[in-house]
């Protein structure tokens, strides 16, 4: 069973910043789709950015701009960098693993935005 390991969240005032993190297995990491979703109780899921296999990249429209997602192969890692960041971020983080035969998700992340 594929397992992801999530870091990085936390409380962070508005206009902060924050990173997070995703380790997926060395086996799959290269050939998936990682991707970060987040959601707030009472509301659906929404994707934040996703990036594929060859780099390319696309972020949902509240986020573009400020956040940054990036993935180091050799590393097994995927990042979310997230900067300029309101109180209406603030949700669970949960990363995302497409890859063969398989999709996955982390056990979330909570981003707390507050003064």
């Known amino acids: 069973q594929v397992q992801l390991v999530e870091s990085g969240g936390g409380l962070v005032q508005p206009g902060g910043s924050l990173t997070l993190s995703c380790a997926a297995p060395a086996s799959i990491f290269s050939s998936s789709v990682l991707a970060w979703y987040r959601q707030d109780p009472g509301k659906e899921r929404e994707l934040v950015a996703r990036?594929?296999?060859?780099?390319?990249?696309n972020y949902g429209p509240r986020v573009k701009g400020r956040f940054t997602i990036s993935r180091d192969n050799a590393k097994n890692t995927a990042f979310l960098q997230m900067s300029a960041l309101q109180p209406e971020d603030t949700a669970v983080y949960y990363c995302?693993?497409?890859?063969?035969?398989?999709?996955?998700w982390g056990q979330g992340t909570q981003v707390t935005v507050s003064s």
């Open positions: 990036i594929s296999t060859s780099g390319w990249i």
């Open positions: 995302n693993l497409d890859g063969p035969g398989t999709i996955t």
